[in-house]
């Protein structure tokens, strides 16, 4: 027999049990960058190579997107891909990241080259978009749910950053603060979806294991680069 399915709140709670454990700002590396621990060639280091994952992320929501069976989840989902994308020229979040670079003083053809991302780095990133790729849209959307701690996170940066890494220009740092309203709405509008999806004890399993995924790509990330940098 299969197990009960866990009620819709012990669901949840288990849902956002595994960033609390699992998500990067326990990473030594976050903890170091928060507490202005690291060198110029770190941050860089870090910026470089967390662009590859940013300039991915329109990529694995246009994969999530089209496995969503519906025009209104499809109007609500594709608005990520409009934050990140931008709708025109000069805007979005790649855009903004491509500022922070700039601001750390990485042109931008050295950013969108990829030339020196980390093998560990391409690794971690294609396994996410692979599961966006070859997974159900319940554990594609339910990896996403790292947003759900994304906002803390970055108004954490927001301040470290001000207080410990002044050679960077604050126009660099718009993405982090866009990312603050956009992480929170996007968290809570994909955690009402994964719990209203998964009702069955398999499916809620699935859910919790694509966002423990998802935190072990982040972190996976770090560890490379933590290891290149240091």
């Known amino acids: 027999m299969s197990a009960a399915a866990w009620t819709r709140d012990e669901f949840e709670a288990r849902m956002r049990a595994v960033p609390e454990r699992r998500y990067h700002h326990l990473h030594s590396f976050n903890l170091r960058m928060h507490a202005g621990e690291l060198s110029k060639d770190e941050l860089r280091g870090w910026i470089l190579n967390r662009f590859h994952y940013q300039r991915h992320i329109p990529i694995k929501d246009a ?108 126009d660099g740092l718009t993405y982090f603060r866009m990312r603050v309203p956009q992480g929170a709405r996007d968290g809570e509008e994909a955690l009402e979806l994964v719990l209203s999806w998964a009702t069955g004890r398999a499916d809620q399993e699935r859910a919790v294991a694509a966002l423990a995924y998802k935190c072990d790509v982040l972190w996976s990330l770090l560890d490379a680069v933590e290891r290149a940098y240091r």
């Open 63 to 170: 994969l999530t997107l089209a496995k969503l069976e519906t025009p209104e989840l499809r109007r609500s989902w594709i608005r990520r891909i409009h934050d990140h994308d931008g709708t025109r020229p000069g805007e979005g979040g790649i855009e903004r990241w491509l500022r922070l670079g700039e601001a750390a003083g990485l042109p931008r053809e050295q950013l969108l080259s990829g030339q020196d991302v980390l093998p560990a780095v391409r690794l971690a990133v294609e396994g996410y978009v692979n599961l966006c790729r070859l997974g159900t849209p319940l554990e594609a959307v339910a990896a996403s749910l790292t947003e759900l701690f994304a906002p803390d996170l970055m108004r954490r940066r927001i301040d470290a950053f001000e207080r410990h890494y002044p050679w960077i220009d604050q």
